[in-house]
């Protein structure tokens, strides 16, 4: 409508050309090219459909008596949720009282996505059971290895550097130190629009530098 296409409405008409969600699920993905994993509330479960090729993480959580779905695991620590099972690419099941019941097989294709762990993800979070707080401190950890960068502090720009910028000071025994504080009334994310100058305004919005940290020293920003 008004010209444009909303998304949500249109993975719907998708799923609706099936004679069963199952088929109308499996539909959506094999017709969508980008990544779209969907949860479905119906009068017979949860539906649950990663992906084609896993992008977009799908992980089912439970506890006595109980099913969660989530993309975050971190959402399930505080209401004593375990993990349960991560969907495979491509990948559909049906949440009940009585169970997870697969309705589709996993695909043989699995194309992560490493943005997850670098930068979008939440670090108390695990993707494949990978954790992304643990993955950012072995990659700035290895990148420690291969520098050689003469520097007095070592500092993460905020928030998703900070795991790097610890792995990296940790491997190399050079201070850690924080030379900028985000200020969160802001954007949630700088990357997000469109143009190149409104993300320079939000980044500029949103990184506070403590200047007694920075004068005078060499630091180096993951």
């Known amino acids: 409508g008004c010209g444009q296409v909303n998304p949500t409405e249109l993975v719907a008409t998708l799923i609706n050309e099936g004679a069963t969600f199952e088929e109308g699920l499996a539909r ?5 090219t980008g990544s779209c994993s969907v949860v479905l509330l119906t009068e017979r479960g949860i539906y649950a459909a990663r992906d084609r090729f896993g992008r977009t993480p799908i992980v089912v959580g439970k506890k006595p008596d ?7 695991t971190c959402a399930f ?6 993990v349960h099972s991560y969907l495979g690419p491509g990948e559909i099941v049906r949440i009940t009282q009585d169970g997870v019941e697969q309705l589709r097989p996993p695909g043989k294709q699995l194309r992560i996505c490493a943005f997850l762990w670098v930068y979008y993800g939440y670090p108390a979070s695990s993707y ?5 707080e643990i993955a950012r401190n072995r990659s ?16 993460g720009i905020p928030d998703s550097g900070t795991g790097h910028a610890i792995g990296y000071a940790n491997e190399a ?6 030379p900028f504080v985000k200020y969160t009334p802001t954007w949630a994310r700088s990357f997000m629009p469109q143009h190149q100058q409104v993300r320079n305004l939000v980044a500029r919005m949103k990184l506070i530098p403590i200047r007694e940290v920075v004068q005078g020293r060499r630091l180096l920003f993951c």
């Open 140 to 155: 700035g950890a290895t990148l420690a290895r291969r520098d050689t960068a003469e520097v007095d502090l070592v500092a």
């Open 77 to 82: 620590h505080n209401l004593y949720y375990d």
């Open 66 to 72: 109980a099913y969660a779905v989530s993309m975050e």
């Open 128 to 132: 494949e059971s990978i954790n992304v």
């Open 173 to 178: 025994g050079l201070p850690y130190s924080r």
């Open 28 to 32: 959506a993905q094999q017709a969508i």
